[in-house]
């Protein structure tokens, strides 16, 4: 082989600028372990803390909470599926009998929370004595191991249950503790390949659709009561009261079902149209609009429809029942019906024209309605004779009230906070991947997430327990929650301001008296009635009736 020409076969005793394969793969893993231990270090500082929180997460980090008044009281993960999961709907349901049992145990600043929905290692649930013993022993081990940090205490507390019900388009149904954020329970209905509407929940019942297939589930533990394919195509999600579940169908059709008796024959609710809008249920009414612009209203135990209002245009909006003899029903002509649903004549009691489009369903807090037009202009008015009280622009939906303010969805990811009684705008909060506000009128908590699961409950500070706004209907006498020492435990902290507060609103003004009315055979002229015990002289038959 000549001098100078080297066979391309024969390496090179000559050392190359070029590193090798493995020496490069060990650089970069280097340079790797070096950027994560830097990241970690950021993440570890305040402000790249909150930004590292945030990014992507629709979570509110806690110093921008506490910023606005406001503190997390939880956040978990919803089970959406694989794949393409997402979280079609929650709602909030809070129950009339069933009581929660919360134990909480303090030392120092630190604060741990035990319930009763608890499983210990066998899988079944300690109830409540369970979680009394379980944050009694949690404290004597404290009291064990850092004796320094003083003396542990224990408060039970015994609260509304309240249960958040949030369903995705995979046929997934989960129920959520709405103070504590734990899963009760996950179920899987029908199929992944049908819609699913949202949960509709009573006492003891949870219903909702998947496809034509009705399903009601136990509300304790989830299980499975009964499923029957109803007899019409279902137009929207349905409603339930204690001894009936009510399907729209897009014939127009209600389809009411016994729930204790799954194969009795369902009652069929007639109207004209297709039934396209979730039905309302309310002090034992029922009411529904169909896409002719009727709204109709039925009795739910006698199973007879009362009466129906003609609108000029349809209705696309759940109507709201505000009392026994209150229903609000905005339509898309930019009118708010206030109407007796008892009363088959003269039931209009006041309307309200805003001159926009109403496609959304009020919300009723107290003596007021709140209503939303298609224009984000939001309306307070009164629910005892429709006057407007005010009105606050750039409102895309109401979420929750909370003493004396209210949590809605301004702007694109804003979170805008409004004063109760003027409308006002006290804050703007903004929001990264906001997607899934949750409209919360039974509590003053503040429900919102991400459509991919993600799931957080927001408080005023100090207020650690929820106050419960929904209306009683007279028939149950609402159970009052209680504060004590656990059995055996240190005595109870002092209550901080707002802690203890009734949640059923005790001690709040009660209204002024209606005037009571008319009787049926009272002058509706204003004339004096007979005295009593002397009734009037009836005229005789020859009587001149000219005089």
Not at 201 to 211: I, R, Y
Not at 325 to 348: E, H, K
Not at 408 to 422: F, P, Q
Request: charged share 20%.
């Amino acid at each position: 082989m000549p001098s100078g020409i080297r066979s391309s076969t024969c390496p090179s005793n000559r050392p190359s600028n070029r590193p090798s394969t493995r020496s490069s793969f060990r650089a970069i893993l280097l340079a790797s372990a070096a950027t994560l231990a830097l990241g970690v270090a950021f993440v570890g500082s305040g402000v790249e803390r909150v930004a590292a929180q945030s990014m992507g997460s629709g979570l509110m980090p806690a110093n921008v909470a506490r910023r606005y008044g406001l503190e997390r009281a939880w956040f978990t993960q919803v089970e959406v599926g694989r794949g393409r999961g997402r979280v079609n709907e929650a709602v909030v349901h809070v129950s009339k009998t069933r009581l929660q049992t919360t134990v909480e145990v303090f030392q120092g600043p630190s604060r741990w929370q035990f319930t009763e929905f608890e499983r210990d290692a066998f899988g079944e649930i300690i109830g409540p004595e369970g979680a009394k013993r379980k944050a009694n022993d949690f404290a004597a081990r404290l009291k064990k191991n850092s004796p320094e940090a003083g003396e542990p205490k224990v408060l039970v507390q015994v609260v509304p249950e309240v249960t958040l019900y949030v369903t995705t388009n995979q046929g997934l149904i989960q129920a959520i503790d709405g103070e504590t954020g734990k899963t009760r329970w996950l179920v899987r209905v029908g199929s992944a390949n049908f819609p699913t509407t949202g949960a509709v929940a009573s006492e003891n019942h949870v219903a909702l659709l998947n496809g034509s297939t009705l399903y009601v589930l136990r509300s304790t533990d989830g299980e499975m009561m009964w499923q029957k394919k109803i007899d019409g195509v279902p137009g929207a999600s349905a409603a339930i009261s204690d001894e009936y579940v009510f399907v729209p169908t897009v014939n127009g059709a209600i389809e009411s079902y016994t729930l204790a008796d799954p194969k009795a024959v369902p009652w069929i609710y007639k109207s004209l149209g297709r039934a396209m809008v979730q039905p309302a249920h309310g002090f034992g009414s029922l009411a529904w609009p169909t896409d002719f612009g009727h709204l109709y209203v039925a009795s739910a135990t006698a199973r007879s429809i009362l009466y129906r209002l003609e609108s000029r245009e349809t209705i696309v909006a759940t109507p709201t029942f505000a009392a026994a003899d209150r229903l609000i029903a905005p339509t898309v002509d930019g009118y708010v019906y206030c109407l007796q649903p008892a009363r088959q004549t003269s039931n209009i009691l006041w309307k309200f024209s805003s001159g926009e489009t109403l496609s959304q369903s009020p919300l009723v807090h107290g003596e007021f309605v709140y209503v939303l037009s298609d224009d984000r202009n939001l309306y307070s008015l009164s629910t005892r004779d429709g006057l407007p009280q005010w009105k606050s622009p750039g409102v895309n939906k109401v979420m929750a009230i909370s003493g004396d303010k209210m949590y809605a969805v301004g702007e694109v990811g804003r979170l805008v906070v409004l004063d109760l009684k003027t409308g006002s705008r006290i804050a703007t909060i903004p929001l990264d991947e906001f997607d899934l506000p949750i409209t919360n009128s039974v509590t003053d908590r503040l429900y919102y997430g991400t459509k991919l699961g993600t799931l957080q409950c927001l408080r005023e500070v100090g207020h650690r327990w929820p106050v419960v706004f929904e209306p009683s209907d007279g028939k149950k006498p609402k159970p009052k929650p209680s504060a004590k020492p656990a059995a055996g435990g240190a005595p109870a902290a002092e209550p901080k301001p707002g802690e203890n507060d009734d949640p059923f609103g005790a001690g709040a003004p009660a209204p002024p008296p209606k005037p009571a009315e008319p009787a049926a055979g009272d002058d509706p002229f204003g004339a004096d009635p007979a005295p009593a015990g002397k009734p009037a002289p009836k005229p005789k038959d020859d009587a001149d009736p000219f005089g």
